[in-house]
């Protein structure tokens, strides 16, 4: 009677350890990686008008940034851009660009079949490359015919920037 106590105590007792051991190693090891992020939002929060985040993405096309959308204390929404190779942010009404809707309206007119879109901040080395009013740009992926197609848009006027299609072989 006394072994079914010690190993009714002992089995469980090595599972909450096992389960201890495993959340605190995948705490260690994801919570790493999301610290560039954490001081991305800290900064935009800290440097920009918003004050409560609502959606985040990475933009690539003119350096890695990272791009927040969110309100600020009068619930006007805001884009705010994160430059972390020089530690800048940059924020922008969401009034003062094409509207998502639009810019979908745009990419269909140019006969893009849209398959992803997103907005960005062209820094000063990429202006000569995409030159935007107020350097903001969208890009959109998606494909003209059969081909993949990537346009980039001035955000504020939805003039196209520059066309790159990929050739199939």
Same mark, same amino acid.
């Given at each position: 009677?006394?072994?079914? %106590?010690?190993?009714?105590?002992?089995?469980?007792?090595?599972?909450?350890?096992?389960?201890?051991?495993?959340?605190?190693?995948?705490?260690?090891?994801?919570s790493?990686n999301?610290?560039?992020?954490?001081?991305?939002?800290q900064?935009?929060?800290?440097?920009?008008?918003?004050?409560?985040?609502?959606?985040?993405?990475?933009?690539?096309?003119?350096?890695?940034?990272?791009?927040?959308?969110g309100?600020?204390?009068?619930?006007?929404e805001?884009?705010?851009?994160?430059?972390?190779?020089?530690?800048?942010?940059?924020?922008?009404?969401?009034?003062?660009? +094409?509207?998502?809707? %639009?810019?979908a309206? %745009?990419?269909?007119?140019?006969?893009? &079949?849209? &398959?992803?879109?997103?907005?960005?901040?062209?820094?000063?080395e990429?202006?000569?490359? +995409?030159?935007?009013?107020?350097?903001?740009?969208?890009? +959109? %992926?998606?494909?003209?015919?059969?081909?993949?197609?990537f346009l980039?848009?001035?955000?504020?006027?939805?003039?196209?920037?520059?066309?790159? &299609?990929?050739?199939?072989?």
């Amino acid at each position: 009677m006394k072994n079914w %106590k010690v190993w009714a105590f002992t089995v469980p007792a090595i599972f909450i350890m096992l389960g201890a051991a495993v959340v605190a190693w995948l705490w260690r090891n994801l919570s790493t990686n999301w610290a560039a992020e954490q001081t991305a939002a800290q900064f935009v929060l800290d440097h920009t008008p918003i004050d409560r985040l609502q959606a985040y993405h990475v933009f690539t096309a003119s350096g890695l940034e990272d791009v927040f959308q969110g309100t600020d204390a009068f619930h006007r929404e805001w884009y705010a851009f994160y430059l972390p190779e020089t530690n800048e942010s940059y924020a922008v009404p969401a009034a003062n660009i +094409l509207s998502p809707g %639009k810019v979908a309206a %745009k990419a269909k007119s140019y006969g893009l &079949q849209l &398959q992803a879109s997103s907005l960005g901040y062209v820094t000063a080395e990429a202006a000569d490359t +995409l030159p935007a009013s107020q350097h903001l740009v969208y890009e +959109l %992926k998606g494909t003209i015919g059969s081909k993949l197609t990537f346009l980039y848009l001035d955000a504020v006027t939805g003039r196209v920037l520059w066309k790159y &299609q990929l050739q199939s072989q």
